[in-house]
């Protein structure tokens, strides 16, 4: 069932668990994501973005949530202007997050603070970014640079109304160059002062202690995109698709998909977390098992 953001991310923060927010970008990863989350009796947070034809996408991703019976939130990632977010919004999503991260904080709190009374108006979640959180390949600086201050977190939920804050605290976007290093001690610190839904960007090769641990101090979502298509990547390497075999290659990286997010509801502890009805996955069976004609 397609919910808001925030009901599933306020119940990860009070029970303590975090819920994998995972890639919603085509038909192939929103069917086994779901597929996933309904075998684990997990809620799921799909990541979309607006290319290509999003309002064709996002009711694909709508379809499936609706045919489950956990929730399923869908979430526009790193929307970086205000039309990008409005147009999220008209094409059906229930989250919007709204990165400002690169601006003063004045100007992030402002704008961010305008675009949570609209989406909170449609019925849709906001999650915004303070700090910031940036590149694996540029860890050596990104790593330890612009982290986000307790107060200062504080100060930006009582302001801006958003529902759920990414905090910079040593995690990076995509691959990783160097050792990821969570500055934990932070993290408990924001938690302290806030005592609101964390999220957590960069979860990809961040360690599944370090996931498990930031999970324990307020982290409700942990964004995991680039582990999850390199699972499908290394799948359609890895197998012989010669001669007729080649009909299993989607099957080969769906399988791939659903196998990295069964993995990461366990790591987040969102396992069995689902709220409503025991899971029934009603989207047809699973792909990968199917014969191809």
């Known amino acids: 069932m397609l919910i808001p953001m925030k009901t599933i991310l ?19 990863t929103i069917r086994a994501c779901i597929e996933a989350a309904a075998e684990a009796n997990s809620p799921l947070i799909l990541l979309t973005h607006n290319h290509g034809d999003p309002a064709f996408t996002n009711s694909i991703a709508r379809t499936f949530a609706n045919q489950v019976d956990i929730g399923v939130a869908i979430c526009l990632d790193h929307s970086p202007t205000f039309a990008d977010c409005v147009m999220g919004i008209r094409n059906g999503v229930t989250a919007i997050m709204a990165d400002r991260s690169t601006l003063p904080y004045e100007e992030n709190a402002t704008q961010v603070k305008a675009l949570a009374d609209i989406a909170h108006a449609a019925g849709v979640s906001i999650e915004a970014e303070l700090g910031h959180v940036g590149s694996g390949l540029n860890y050596a600086k990104d790593g330890t640079s612009a982290l986000t201050e307790p107060d200062a977190a504080k100060r930006f939920f009582e ?25 934990f001690e932070r993290l408990a610190d924001i938690d302290a002062a806030c005592g609101r839904p964390l999220v957590l960007h960069g979860g990809s090769g961040s360690g599944d202690e370090n996931i498990r641990r930031a999970c324990s101090l307020g982290v409700a979502k942990v964004n995991i995109v680039t582990d999850v298509l390199a699972a499908a990547y290394q799948a359609a390497l890895a197998g012989d698709f010669t001669g007729n075999a080649i009909h299993g290659f989607y099957p080969a990286m769906f399988k791939a998909i659903r196998d990295s997010a069964l993995r990461m509801f366990a790591v987040t502890g969102s396992v069995g977390m689902a709220q409503g009805n025991q899971s029934r996955a009603l989207i047809g069976g699973d792909l990968a098992s199917k014969d191809e004609s």
Do not use: I, S
């Not at 306020?10 to 192939?28: Q, T």
């Not at 905090?167 to 160097?178: E, I, L, P, R």
């Open 10 to 28: 306020d119940h990860a923060y009070r029970h303590k668990y975090g819920v994998p927010a995972l890639p919603g970008f085509n038909e192939m």
């Open 159 to 183: 302001e801006t109304g958003t529902d759920a804050l990414a905090v910079a605290v040593g995690t990076a976007h995509g691959v990783y160059v160097g050792t990821p290093k969570l500055d």
